[in-house]
């Protein structure tokens, strides 16, 4: 009885470890977001922010986004593509209308892929809407690059930052729109009381959009103390028929 009972606990093991090995060759996605929390920091309320994350497969088989689900109806996140080849990637872009929101605000973006260990991942942001900026103010606050052709963009938009504490503040860019806006930060430290000018320039639009969002987020650093802030930007395209 004992032989037939080590017998079988043998057989046990000898299956499970070809059911592993035979899983372990069978070619698989695998979805990693480099980056799952993005920190808006300050803006304006009833505006609109965007953060682009990106979307790895570091398996060997193509990874199938199945869905990307925002939390609720202020978030919303196209995607770029839904089928990824091995150790390539692809984009989701976050936008988040802070319209009736203020305070401190979270949102999560669902994303279910066909990542056999990992299906359910999860991206959020984290803003502050409605409340002024301890160290920096923004004028504008918001910037409206108005109604544009589209074969006529190239526009240039400055916002003045000023230091509003009593001490010197460092400025730092985090993140923007890369894809179709350039910017540029004249001068990097600010004494008390001292501004500087942040230049927006917008090079291009996305290919449908009448209407258009895009953002710069910076940090405002006082020693170790990192604070950020973003300026929304919006605009119409005029199309020629």
Known sequence: MKNLKT???????????LTNILAAQEKASKIVLPEVVFDFGFFADDARV?????????????????????????TAA???????????????????????????VKKKVTILSNDPI?????????????????YIKCDPEVINFGRLS?????????VTLTNITSTDVELEIIDYSKDYIDIQLANSVLKPGESTAFM???RRVPLDPNFYNFSATLSANIEDIKIHLTLPAFGRINRIE
């Open 118 to 134: 990992n299906p359910l991942m999860e991206a959020a942001t984290i803003s502050i809407t409605g409340k002024k900026h301890p």
């Open 200 to 202: 927006i320039t917008l």
């Open 50 to 74: 965007v953060h682009t994350f990106t979307i790895k497969n570091e398996g060997d088989d193509t990874l199938r986004i199945i869905k990307v689900k925002p939390g609720c109806g202020c």
């Open 150 to 158: 589209a074969e006529k963009l190239d526009k240039e938009y400055s």
């Open 7 to 17: 017998t079988a606990i043998i057989a046990t093991a000898i299956i499970i470890m």
């Open 78 to 104: 196209p995607l770029r593509n839904a089928n990824i080849a091995p150790n390539d990637s692809t984009f989701v872009d976050v936008y988040f209308d802070s319209k009736r929101l203020t305070g401190l």
